[in-house]
């Protein structure tokens, strides 16, 4: 089984920054793209962004690109959401996933993420 652990929520202004992590383990949590998605109150679950472990290949959702940018760190097998120019309609909980669109097999516990006017 694939663990995810996120952490780094927080309350922050908007054009601010914040930057989550999301630590994996077990066997085979290397077979997975990494993903993040975010659930706003009363809103569906959205995509973020993805990357391949290796860093070569990643995605954003149009909301984001050109603000956040996802990174993987081997070494310590996380994965990063660095969240710039922050705006409060980016508040929302984010989750970390493992899988391929459009199965996403193992999932975080997620992190909450407020952005305040």
């Known amino acids: 089984q694939v663990l995810l652990v996120e952490s780094g929520g927080g309350l922050v202004q908007a054009g601010g920054s914040l930057r989550l992590s999301c630590v994996a383990s077990?066997?085979?949590?290397?077979?997975?793209?990494m993903n993040w998605f975010r659930q706003a109150p009363g809103k569906e679950r959205e995509f973020v962004a993805a990357?391949?472990?290796?860093?070569?290949?990643?995605y954003y959702a149009d909301s984001v690109r050109g603000r956040f940018t996802i990174s993987t760190n081997n070494a310590k097998n996380t994965v990063y959401l660095q969240m710039n120019s922050l705006k409060p309609e980016d508040t929302a909980v984010y989750y970390c996933?493992?899988?391929?669109?459009?199965?996403?097999?193992?999932w975080g516990q997620g992190t909450q993420v407020t952005v305040s006017s």
């Open positions: 996933a493992a899988g391929y669109y459009p199965k996403y097999d193992f």
């Open positions: 077990g066997r085979t949590f290397s077979k997975y793209a």
């Open positions: 990357s391949t472990w290796s860093g070569n290949t990643t």
